[in-house]
């Protein structure tokens, strides 16, 4: 079965960084996509980061442009999400989703909090 796995989130002082992971399995991993969301309190759910299958396409959400790198070890089955300069408003839940076998598949999430 697809399982998603996210981990690496906490609590960061603004300027700080964090790197998040994205663990899977059940699926062929090499072949799909892989994005990150995140929801804010009170907000929708929103896109961040995506990375094609063969890692030289990646796209990014405005508000993280120059400071989130995505990047993916297709040995590992892992995508990580490089946070640097982190501000307040980066504080929310953040999910890995895949997409195989035409249905969305979401990991539980992990928590990133930036406060001083």
């Known amino acids: 079965q697809v399982q998603l796995v996210e981990s690496g989130g906490g609590l960061v002082q603004p300027g700080g960084s964090l790197r998040l992971s994205c663990a899977a399995s059940?699926?062929?991993?090499?072949?799909?996509?892989i994005s990150w969301y995140r929801q804010a309190p009170g907000k929708e759910r929103e896109l961040v980061a995506i990375?094609?299958?063969?890692?030289?396409?990646?796209n990014y959400a405005d508000s993280v442009k120059g400071r989130f790198t995505i990047s993916r070890d297709n040995a590992k089955n892992t995508v990580y999400l490089q946070m640097n300069n982190l501000k307040p408003e980066d504080t929310a839940v953040y999910y890995c989703?895949?997409?195989?076998?035409?249905?969305?598949?979401w990991g539980q999430g992990t928590q990133v909090t930036v406060s001083s």
């Open positions: 989703k895949a997409s195989p076998y035409g249905s969305p598949y």
């Open positions: 059940g699926f062929t991993f090499s072949s799909y996509a």
């Open positions: 990375i094609l299958r063969t890692a030289t396409v990646t």
